[in-house]
């Protein structure tokens, strides 16, 4: 069945509740959509041509979003910080039938058509969208996502995080990334629920969004800025049931102090452009700092090789069905017996829950031996003086690599480094520590270690 239509149900019901205090009800956004995959259809777009969209963060862009389904077409959103040149790489690649930079545009031209009566027919094997992943080394890849792997996923979170009609969802999220395109959206449509709508975060319109929210998803970095403001309280956060976290690593500072702030735990949880979300803590019982928790019903985790600790491998319906135009790398990354390679790092404890140390790819190999950044950043964060550290792997003439810390914060680089001698071997031990004053990440706040590694590659030569 179409994904359209398992989500979306025309009703008075507000969906979108914009910061002018209009509302957009789930009957306007059927009606929205329905007009622009009419225009879609009238433009010549056919079932599965891709629609390539670059544009703000608006419910117009929702409805294209939409229309895409409705229409049978594979929706294909693009980060609104690419470049031109950037651009033309993906446009080149997926060669889509229609490229929108301006949603808002498109949909007053669209005003003019009846929305679109019947759905296009869709299986569950049929493509929805193309989300390019950051691919920080090499080319980015096109991960496929078909009608039934959102829909299995949407239906499985709304259950684990116990969404329903009462609730109200703060969107502050970009809608060109899986957090808040799919996890975020669909979660609110599946449910009927309204969302508190910002076209990004800043602090003064999502505290006052918090006072009539009841679910918050966010990025670590949003709940950094949100307890760096003296204007989040518990009472702040009082009316609000759920703070939910992913993209990028929770810090366990982050997660002790929000909860020293507010009394609630921020619920982690882990996913993936290739699969939507992958694993949770739980909504009902222990959410633990430092790990993802479960994998959600329908998900199969392992961990590849002999070792406790290794690359997380999985099934699941929600799985992507490969990267576009790509099927040797495709291939690469499933094992034989279908197993999809995620590139991250981590280990299960006997009852199943999740620990992550990071991707495969940061790995340091000094003099032989594997050093998982997680672990050392673990220590050097309790040092005084630093807020936050990454650990990255310098080419070094004599191991290969040696280990250095980029840190925000500041020190005596020589005290540090006995201090962390202490605690962890030679050869884990960072030989270099530099202070900077924020660390560079990308649209979902995640660390860019490539950027580091480039930025002092010539440390130890
Ligand atoms: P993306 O495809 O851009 O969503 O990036 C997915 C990657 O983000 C994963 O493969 C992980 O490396 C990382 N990630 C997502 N959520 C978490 C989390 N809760 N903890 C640690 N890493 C995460």
Partial sequence: MNLYDRLITASDRPCFLLPDGAQITYGELDAGAGRLAALLISRGVVPGDRVAVQTDKTPEAVMLYLATLKAGAVFLPL????????????????EPALFVQDAVALAAEAAGHAPLETTVRRTDDDLAAIIYTSGTTGRSKGAMLTHGALYANATALTQAWGFT???????????????????????????????????????APVLAGLARSTVMMGVPTFYTRLLANPGFTQAAAAHMRLFISGSAPLLESTFA???????????????????????????????????????LPGVALRIAGPDPTGVIEIKGPSVFCGYWRMPEKTAQDFTADGWFKTGDVGRQDADGRVWISGRAKDLIISG?????????????????????????????????????????????????????????????????????????????????????????VGTFS
């Fill in 79 to 94: 980060n609104t910080a690419y470049t031109a040149s950037e651009v033309e790489y993906f446009l080149t690649d997926a």
């Fill in 257 to 295: 102090e929000f909860e020293q702030r507010t009394g609630t735990r921020i619920l982690e949880r882990y996913g993936m452009s290739e699969a939507v979300i992958i694993t949770t803590n739980p909504l009902v019982g222990d959410r633990v700092a430092g790990s993802v928790g479960y994998p």
């Fill in 165 to 203: 009609g009462d609730d109200v969802l703060l969107h502050a999220l970009p809608i060109f990334h899986v957090h808040g395109l799919f996890v975020a959206l669909h979660c609110a449509f599946l449910a009927r629920a309204p969302m508190v709508w910002l076209a990004k975060y800043e602090d």
């Fill in 368 to 456: 032989g031996y594997n050093v998982y950044p997680k672990e050392i950043e673990l220590i050097l964060d309790e040092l005084p003086g630093v807020t936050e550290s990454a650990v990255i792997g310098l080419p070094h003439p004599d191991f290969g690599e040696a280990v250095a810390a980029v840190v925000i914060g500041s020190g005596d680089e020589a005290a540090m480094i006995a201090k962390l001698r202490e605690r962890l071997a030679a050869f884990k031990a960072p030989k270099r520590i530099f202070f900077v004053e924020d660390l560079p990440r990308n649209a979902m706040g995640k660390v860019q270690k490539n950027l580091l590694r480039e930025a002092y």
